[in-house]
């Protein structure tokens, strides 16, 4: 058929028109389903509330259901247990490192010494220890009487009532001199009590363990003889 004016006829413009328009509304039809079924799988995953794994003291992970109940699943998961529970050995390391340093030190070494101790304590510990240190003037104190304690512990044991407090035994030889040259000494029999709170492992803090509280009582003390050298 000939083509007026070298542009097609009216009817089969039309035609054209039509099947582009039918090709429209499928393609809208079928972008229109799929948002629906996008939109109804994000309601369904924001909707369950999330899965949580809770360790238990001695590694046992137990996975809590959807529903907020403990799911039953006898299987530990190997990769929180063996990772993230504080061992036994851990916590009787924390424990000697912080009576060796609080109770370990020289006029030289005792500001580093407590700088370190003071960093195993939680933060409301340390702020009311450094407090106390303060306003008694403690480690100028003990570095006028140029004061030495050495510690020695004997023994290590946890409460068989609560697996984070710690029990130690450990003599202890206290020396002093006013004048830096005459000095007069005392050895003590001494037990520690050290409570300790499991929390995040950081850089800093790699054991995830630190001092929540301490307490030291004297058992017995004597005069003690410094040895000329």
């Known amino acids: 058929m000939a083509v007026l004016g070298g542009t097609a006829p009216y009817y089969e413009k039309d035609g054209a028109l039509r099947a582009y328009a039918n090709r429209v509304v499928f393609l809208c039809g079928l972008l229109g389903l799929v948002v629906v079924v996008l939109a109804a799988i994000v309601l369904v995953t924001r909707s369950k509330p999330p ?15 959807p529903e907020g109940g403990a799911g039953i699943n006898k299987k530990t998961i190997e990769s929180v247990k063996a ?6 050995v851990d916590k009787k390391n924390v424990v000697i490192g912080f009576v060796n340093t609080y109770w370990g030190y020289d006029e030289h070494t005792l500001p580093d010494h407590w700088s370190k101790a003071l960093n195993m304590l939680t933060r409301n510990l340390e702020r009311d220890v450094y407090g106390k240190m303060t306003a008694e003037g403690t480690v100028g104190a003990l570095q006028g009487t140029h004061d030495k304690s050495d510690v020695t512990i004997t023994n290590v044991e946890a409460d068989q009532a609560d697996p984070l407090v710690f029990h130690v035994l450990a003599t202890r030889i206290d ?18 009590t050290i409570h300790l709170v499991e929390t995040d492992r950081s850089i800093a803090n790699p054991g995830g363990l630190l001092v929540s509280g301490f307490k030291r009582d004297e058992i017995s003390s004597e005069p003690y003889v410094i040895e000329e050298k």
Do not use: C, F, L, Q
């Not at 990772?83 to 036994?88: A, G, I, R």
């Open 175 to 192: 020396m002093n001199s006013k004048d830096g040259k005459s000095y007069s000494a005392e050895k003590m029999a001494e037990s520690y």
């Open 83 to 88: 990772s993230e529970v504080p061992t036994e």
């Open 51 to 65: 899965v949580i794994i809770r360790v238990g003291p001695d590694g046992e992970a137990t996975v809590i259901s």
